[in-house]
Nanobody, 122 residues
Framework: QVQLVESGGGLVQAGGSLRLSCADS??????MGWFRQAPGKERDFVAAISWNGGSTYYADSVKARFTISRDNAKNTVYLQMNSLKPEETAIYYC?????????????????WGQGTQVTVSS
């Protein structure tokens, strides 16, 4: 069973930065993604990365500010978030998918972490 554990969330002022990490319990080398869910809203796609890190894809709202990366030797995926906005306050989840290619929909992913809270103050 794949277990994903996120870390790195916290409180940051608007315009600040955070780096989230997602540790995979096994060396699955699956495609990975980050999603977020704000209170009272649906879960939204943020970014995805292929199994070898060769391909990435971002939601339009985070392009040029967020960077997804991975270190397969450490079984870890990262999300560097810069220039954060208050409206990006949410629980951030990482997810893993067995399928090929990049996934942008939640139902394309097979395993989910418990999430990490990111709060951006104005």
């Amino acid at each position: 069973q794949v277990q994903l554990v996120e870390s790195g969330g916290g409180l940051v002022q608007a315009g600040g930065s955070l780096r989230l990490s997602c540790a995979d319990s096994r060396r699955t080398n699956y495609g990975m993604g980050w999603f977020r869910q704000a209170p009272g809203k649906e879960r939204d796609f943020v970014a995805a990365i292929s199994w070898n890190g060769g391909s990435t894809y971002y939601a339009d709202s985070v392009k040029a500010r967020f960077t997804i990366s991975r270190d397969n030797a450490k079984n870890t995926v990262y999300l560097q978030m810069n220039s954060l906005k208050p409206e990006e306050t949410a629980i951030y989840y990482c997810a893993a998918r067995r399928g090929l290619g990049l996934g942008v929909l939640g139902n394309e992913y097979d395993y989910w972490g418990q999430g990490t809270q990111v709060t951006v103050s104005s």
